[in-house]
């Protein structure tokens, strides 16, 4: 069985640049979640969805980020424009349900902001 | 969700036992402890979880107070590719769907733990 997908693996843009990661769940997950891992830190809750509803999205930085999943399957993160603090880990994980007791991980997206 | 405590990092030989500890002391009664790993650059891995027995899996085991407030994750026979962050964390219990908070997992800067040979 397929884990997680996430592309690309590896960002680099300059400030000011919009950029987008892209994340395939496990087939048959309802929910997904963004994250944001800075360096030597753990991860961070952006967004949560059930299915394509966004149940969680307090700590998403709206000003500049945007999430969707469309079709309740695949998510795209967004930021508009890329800031010099955007440099970071962006992790996507999917589990059965709300409920589930486990999240799976993706490998990530590793974004350079000059 | 409650918080967790964590040693910024700890060391293992080969072969022993490596145990780690979480303090988890403002853990509520539906709340679970569970334990993923991060090797580097790579995703968190599920390891294991628990509510107030004891858990063991393929992985590693789990031991949870009776007071609940602190746990241990032991990894049997650590090897070289265990090396990794540890991260322990509590969440809302499964089986509550209408609560938005259920699955919310906060995770906080883990145990980086180096098994050496």
């Known amino acids: 069985e397929a884990g997680v997908v996430q592309s690309p693996r590896y960002k680099i843009i300059e400030k000011k640049q919009p950029v987008a990661f892209w994340c395939n769940p496990i087939?048959?997950?309802?929910?997904l979640y963004w994250y944001l891992q800075n360096l030597g830190q753990g991860p961070e809750l952006l967004i949560r969805?059930?299915?394509?509803?966004?149940?969680?999205d307090s700590q998403l930085p709206k000003d500049r980020f945007s999430a969707e999943r469309l079709k309740g399957v695949d998510s795209t993160l967004k930021i508009q424009p890329a800031e010099l603090g955007d440099s970071a880990v962006y992790l996507c994980?999917?589990?059965?349900?709300?409920?589930?007791?486990?999240?799976?991980f993706g490998p990530g997206t590793r974004l350079t902001v000059l | 969700d409650a918080k967790t405590t964590q040693p910024t990092s700890m060391d293992c030989a080969e072969g022993r036992a490596a145990n780690l500890p979480c303090n988890h002391s403002t853990i509520s009664g539906n709340e679970y402890v569970y334990w993923y790993r991060q090797i580097h650059s790579q995703g968190p891995q599920y390891i294991i979880h628990g509510l107030k027995n004891n858990e063991t899996n393929e992985m590693a085991s789990l031991i949870i107070t009776e007071d609940r407030k602190s746990s241990t994750l032991i990894l049997p026979h650590a090897t070289l590719r265990d090396t990794a962050v540890y991260y322990c964390i509590v969440r809302v219990a499964s089986g509550l769907g209408a609560n938005t908070n259920a699955g919310k997992s906060t995770f906080g800067d883990g145990t980086t733990l180096t098994v050496k040979p």
């Open positions: 087939s048959g997950h309802n929910t």
């Open positions: 969805y059930e299915n394509e509803e966004a149940v969680d």
């Open positions: 994980a999917s589990s059965l349900n709300m409920d589930s007791d486990t999240q799976y």
